[in-house]
């Protein structure tokens, strides 16, 4: 059973930075597709930051803001998101891509002006 768990969410002033962690966990998901997704209240989920092997892409933007990292001998990832701003605010998803699209729970980042 695949499970996908997040953390490291919380409130933030603008300018300042936070880094999120997923950890997903039922097989070795080395080599799939892992990242970051977001949502705002009466919006879609959009795309934040993927990685499979050394390859990553990103959102426009949040690009040359946020990095995302993995570290294969846990099974995570990692989104470190620097010079934060207030339309950042949302809640960040994890998810893992094998055969289909495994979620975690979410957690929100609030960034205030």
């Known amino acids: 059973q695949v499970q996908v768990v997040e953390s490291g969410g919380g409130l933030v002033q603008s300018g300042g930075s936070l880094t999120l962690s997923c950890t997903a966990s039922?097989?070795?998901?080395?080599?799939?597709?892992m990242g970051w997704y977001r949502q705002t209240p009466g919006k879609q989920r959009e795309p934040v930051a993927s990685i499979v092997d050394d390859s990553t892409n990103y959102a426009h933007p949040v690009k040359d803001r946020f990095t995302i990292s993995r570290d294969n001998t846990k099974n995570a990832i990692y989104l470190r998101m620097n010079s934060l701003k207030p339309e950042d605010t949302a809640v960040y998803y994890c998810?893992?891509?094998?055969?289909?699209?495994?979620w975690g729970q979410g957690t929100q980042v609030t960034v205030s002006s």
């Open positions: 039922g097989r070795d998901f080395s080599h799939y597709p």
């Open positions: 998810y893992v891509l094998f055969l289909t699209y495994y």
